[in-house]
């Protein structure tokens, strides 16, 4: 009798721990709306190093997709016209954070919907482009990195190609305005380290393919690349057309010259995605206010230089350059 009491005790316990877990509310999955300019999304989710590192960092933060994390992946496909429609579609299905990359990107975004918060992963002159009130109080729903290069960072990166090329004269900058650079001002610093500057806007949709042909008729002595997402997005075709042509090319993160580039002096890109926008994502995620966000900068750049790249196409590093290098690909 004492034992059917024990036993039946037992089974009423393990009911009520079975029914409390049961009630137990199920852990909220975030939603977060990616958009990219041109990569792919099969590219996006698997290769991409900046956006691999995106989910890298909210995975150390606690977000782990398909547990309390959704990430809603789109790409324009070099169809710029698209942003519109894509954010509207991300906000129909109620996304909790956009994250944009490129300054017509985040425009689109901010004029479709002034309630979801918006995250830029890169952008150029936020204030003067109209997408922030400030840095220190951004105000509105947007918020995020600034990649302001301006005349100081063109400059130095001139600089490192004269020390490179003490011969070189006439430069290529391609997509100096998807960067947000004024020709005028950039032509003046090129000046000033003795280069002609000359300057070809790359049509994403066409990949690439008039930006290279126009390059290949200059003639030019070098390429500085300009840091901008659809070059980002393209840096395999760029890397491939500068090897073809034996083109010297500075470019702006070291995800080029570690994917086959020459040389970079820039910031860490992946860094960024990992640490920053993805911090970004998490306080507002966690209730934040993007207008109370301050955009932030880098401040840390680093040059990096592939070895194997330069003697590919015949060139050899100084060994002032190697000295000051923060990483040398062999």
Known sequence: MRMRSVCACSLMLLSAVSLAASAQPA???HRIGFIASTSSISEMRTVNPATTA??????ELGYVEGRNLVIEWRTAEGKFDRFHEIVAELVSIKVDVIVTVMNPMTKAAK???QTVPIVMGASTNPVEQ???RSLSRPGGNVTGLSLDAGPEMVGKRLQLVKELLPAVSRVVVLGAKLEGLNERATQLVGRAVGMSLLFVEPDAAQQYAAAFASIARERPDALLV?????NYAQR?????FAAKNKLPVMYPTRDFPEAGGLVSY?????ELYRTRVAGYVDRI????????????????????VNLKSAKAIGVTIPPSLLLRADAVIE
Do not use: C
């Open 285 to 304: 995620l966690r209730g934040a206010r993007p207008a109370e966000l301050p955009v932030e900068r880098p401040t840390k750049f680093e040059l990096v």
């Open 236 to 240: 395999h075709r760029i890397i491939e």
């Open 111 to 113: 004029e479709v919907t």
């Open 54 to 59: 995106f989910v890298q960092g909210l995975r």
């Open 130 to 132: 109209g997408l922030v």
């Open 27 to 29: 852990q909220k999955a």
């Open 266 to 270: 820039g910031w860490d890109l992946s």
């Open 226 to 230: 300009a840091a901008a997402a659809a």
